[in-house]
């Protein structure tokens, strides 16, 4: 099966759609295999984090901010704004694709993970993540 997921953010920070993965899993009706995402963005990225405590992805969403700021001088790809050099470094610095087992018809995640798109521009975007189940 492979489908597209969409996730529609409000600006910079993690997104879950782990209950989106979990509706296509039951959809596909596969017991045991791999679940496959690709985000179609270059300046957001997938991340499995934790579900439970909020400031686990507030904490994230600061660091990587520190970690790659807005407004370095050395950035010549300036045009879609202030916010898309950093956002398609903090993609290439995470990951773009996650690969989930599947067992028993249910996703291998512990018991706090989260799947999350992490978006890394300020307005609000439509995100596309392809999913694949086998």
């Known amino acids: ?3 597209i997921i969409t996730v529609n953010t409000r600006g910079q920070g993690l ?3 782990t209950d989106k993965v979990r509706r296509l899993l039951d959809i596909s009706a596969v017991q045991e295999g791999l679940c496959s995402l690709l985000i179609q963005h270059t300046s957001a990225s997938l991340t499995i984090q934790e579900n439970a405590d909020p400031s686990a992805q507030h904490d994230l969403e600061n660091w990587l901010n520190r970690l790659v700021p807005e407004g370095d001088p050395l950035y010549t790809h300036t ?3 202030r916010d898309d050099m950093p956002a398609h470094i ?14 028993n018809g249910s ?3 512990g018991t706090w993970q989260g799947i999350y798109c992490w978006e890394h521009r300020h307005s609000r975007q ?3 993540i392809a999913v694949h189940i086998a």
């Open 1 to 3: 099966m492979v489908e």
């Open 15 to 17: 997104y879950e759609f």
């Open 79 to 81: 045009f879609e704004g």
């Open 90 to 103: 903090k993609a290439a610095l995470t990951a773009t694709t996650l690969s989930i087992p599947v067992k």
């Open 107 to 109: 996703l291998m995640l």
């Open 126 to 128: 439509v995100r596309s």
